[in-house]
């Protein structure tokens, strides 16, 4: 766990402290550190702490580990669950790894509704609206609060 929340520090830290210890040392006349340019990896903190979450669960007794390593990392980097609300606990998703999956015709069905009442959605509703919207988002001091 200190290794993920190192990885973490150093990714998102490093170029902060390096450049003002520079700041620093230069009001001093001290010489100035190499500041590496380091790109931050999309979703580091969402997969720091799902990690954690995990490792948590697990040495409290909460959950037993992953079957395989294929089933750790499908719990690690279910990203769509993000938007959707906190972090997921082991306990609620791998035990739905290990129930067989049965595809029926009543659920084919219902999923292909779905699907298909996005696009509709989508290609009549959104795409023509994005006219409009996209005048706000271009200039929304133009209009008032009660019309955004």
Known sequence: MAGN?????????FVFTTEN??????LFGAGALPVLEI???????????QTMSYTIDIYRGHAAPARSFSDFSCFVSLF???VAGP??????FLPQLDQPVRITWPNFVSGAQLFIGGVIQKS????????????VYRSPELYSPGTL
């Open 80 to 82: 769509p669950q993000l």
């Open 124 to 135: 009549l509703f959104a795409d023509h609206l994005s006219v409009f919207v996209d005048q």
């Open 5 to 13: 929340l190192a990885l973490l520090g150093f990714f998102k830290y």
């Open 87 to 92: 972090i997921l606990r082991a306990t609620t």
């Open 21 to 26: 210890l520079n700041r620093l040392l230069d």
């Open 39 to 49: 790109t931050l990896p999309v979703g580091i903190s969402f997969y720091t702490f």
